[in-house]
């Protein structure tokens, strides 16, 4: 016959409270953990008598034995600055002593004490997850910025171009909403890196870019698209609104001189705009025609696909 292991373990971890499983003879057979550091330290009470533990224990006790005399007693022993009250009920289940209790809880100075620590620890443990977590989520935020921006000048890389770009040719086709795309190239590149060597040629693409974020709008991506080659979404603008930003970047390239001004830095425009039967190849493909009539044209300026219209200055 054994005390219930899960009601045992409750009474391990009690401040004032004890319990005791006794033979016949009131000899000890198993007792609480805490009985063993509160009333009995250093030493082993299995198989002694209860009486030679409780004698000098100032303290109040409930004695619950059974109808069968092979049973032993079980003791629930509460000291007398305890102010908890109790409600105990004693079952027999399958060979364990069973013991339910209710408004089991330690004196309310303890009680509030031990809460205060539990508190203190939850909040800790609190701060230092929400650390963690904001820690976690900027490191995420950067690896997402990283995946989607070009290293060199800062601008979106051409993986996330491409989701943008699908992106608004999907709402384009839903909602019958028009956008349009502006493909840029640096005239003469590789003079630039060949004359002046590949340091100053990244100088070139960093200029051009910080020029483009100047000059686009808040709600326009531009993105390098490879090389020295870059595109710019306009989302819900025409032809004449992307005609007009696409001049604004020529100009300022023009006057930015990174090379000196012997050496004046320009760049071709191809515009396109989307149409309903457009998909993601035909539309860079208009886009890149209207470059290719700039760059026939003479270089430094902006064609606009099927209008063909020379806006720019021939060098």
Request: charged share 25%; with cysteine.
């Amino acid at each position: 016959m054994s005390l219930n292991p899960s009601f045992r373990r409750f009474f391990d971890h009690a401040y004032q409270s004890f319990l005791l499983l006794l033979d016949q003879q009131w000899q000890i057979l198993e007792v609480s953990e805490n009985f063993n550091r509160h009333i009995a330290p250093g030493q082993d009470p299995i198989g002694k008598p209860a009486s030679v533990f409780l004698k000098n224990v100032d303290g109040e006790c409930c004695l619950f034995s059974s109808t069968s005399q092979d049973l032993p007693l079980i003791m629930f022993l509460e000291l007398k600055d305890q102010e908890t009250r109790y409600h105990c009920q004693l079952s027999d289940h399958n060979g364990h002593f069973l013991l339910l209790a209710e408004q089991l809880a330690p004196p309310p100075g303890q009680a509030m004490e031990s809460m205060s620590l539990i508190v203190q620890e939850l909040a800790s443990l609190s701060r230092d997850l929400r650390r963690k977590n904001l820690a976690l989520q900027k490191a995420n935020e950067t690896i997402n910025e990283l995946m989607r921006t070009d290293p060199l000048t800062g601008l979106a890389n051409r993986r996330h171009l491409n989701e943008q770009l699908a992106q608004l040719i999907s709402l384009g086709l839903r909602h019958h909403d028009s956008f349009s795309l502006i493909m840029a190239d640096i005239d003469k590149f590789k003079s630039v890196n060949d004359t002046w060597g590949h340091d100053q040629g990244d100088l070139v693409l960093k200029e051009f870019a910080a020029i483009m974020k100047k000059q686009c709008r808040q709600e326009d991506l531009p993105a390098r698209f490879g090389g020295e080659e870059f595109l710019i979404l306009l989302p819900r603008t025409d032809l004449k609104q992307a005609t007009i930003i696409a001049e604004r970047i020529r100009i300022h390239l023009e006057s930015a001189l990174p090379l000196g001004a012997e050496w004046p830095v320009t760049a071709s425009f191809g515009i396109a705009r989307f149409a309903e039967q457009d998909d993601q190849d035909s539309l860079l493909k208009k886009a890149d025609l209207a470059l290719y009539q700039a760059k026939e044209g003479g270089r430094n300026q902006t064609r606009v696909f099927e209008l063909a219209t020379n806006t720019g200055n021939n060098p």
